[in-house]
């Protein structure tokens, strides 16, 4: 199972920026996909969890109404489209899932990284004021 983040780069802040995560190794479960973020000298942060059960996603308070998860399924590709960009979005984005969901949550997944087995190698966001 191999995760592949990219589009990451710098931007300025208001700005928009669409990250992705290629998905190879196994059969392509969107709904077993999410995002995090790790900004420099803070702990990693569930952006948005997709549930398990294709229920509702979780977004974090702080990107909720800007962030949105999408896909692709022809593309095995997961993204995760950025608005309104801030300087505190600044972070490494990692895509990660756990190649057998269950009925966990969003809000389950996002609060309990261990449940996603495999991790992409994160690509970096900048964004100036």
């Known amino acids: 199972v191999q995760l592949q983040a990219s589009g990451g780069g710098l931007v300025q802040a208001g700005g928009s920026l669409r990250v992705s995560c290629a998905v190879s190794g196994f059969t392509f479960d969107a709904n077993a996909v999410g995002w995090f973020r790790q900004a420099p000298g803070k702990e990693r942060e569930g952006v948005s969890c997709p549930s398990g059960s294709g229920g509702s996603t979780y977004y974090a308070d702080s990107v909720k109404g800007r962030f949105t998860i999408s896909r692709d399924n022809a593309k095995n590709t997961v993204y995760l489209q950025m608005h309104s960009l801030k300087p505190e979005d600044t972070a490494v984005y990692y895509c990660?899932?756990?190649?057998?969901?269950?009925?966990?949550?969003?809000?389950?997944?996002?609060?309990?990284?261990?449940?996603?087995?495999?991790w992409g190698q994160g690509t970096l966001v900048t964004v100036s004021s």
């Open positions: 990660a899932t756990d190649p057998y969901p269950t009925g966990y949550s969003g809000t389950y997944y996002c609060n309990h990284p261990p449940k996603y087995a495999y």
